[in-house]
């Protein structure tokens, strides 16, 4: 392998470790409670009491970045570029917000080895 190949291995390597940390900062960021989160709603006594509808909670690309994150560091991050590019990305940003379910089964299913 020429050094200039093991360089470009060596760059690509260190961004996708810059990519990790960030995701790391974002979802510490995102976990630190807020006001609003201290503060228990008040609940509709007049409400009529309805069967409670399945809720689908929406995948947020930062739940992806972050898990995608914690796979790379411990040592996937073959695998994880594997599940980026089965979606047609390069990089998660890339990627359409409707696959980040599914990305984060795939990711679960990644198995270190």
Do not use: F, W
């Not at 020429?2 to 470790?17: A, G």
């Not at 509808?53 to 970045?65: A, G, H, M, Q």
């Not at 972050?66 to 990089?91: D, F, P």
Request: one cysteine or more; proline letters at 5%.
């Amino acid at each position: 392998m020429s050094k200039i190949k093991l360089l470009l291995d060596v760059v690509s390597d260190m961004r996708s470790l810059a990519d990790s940390i960030q995701a790391v900062c974002d979802a510490m960021v995102e976990n630190e409670p807020t006001d609003a989160d201290k503060k228990p709603a008040p609940a509709k006594e007049t409400e009529e009491k309805r069967p409670a509808k399945p809720e689908v909670k929406e995948v947020k690309l930062e739940d992806v970045r972050a898990v995608l994150a914690e796979k790379s560091q411990a040592g996937m991050t073959a695998k994880v570029r594997e599940i980026i590019q089965k979606y047609g990305a390069t990089k998660l940003s890339e990627i359409e917000p409707k696959h980040y379910a599914a990305i984060l089964k795939d990711a679960e299913g990644l198995i270190d080895g």
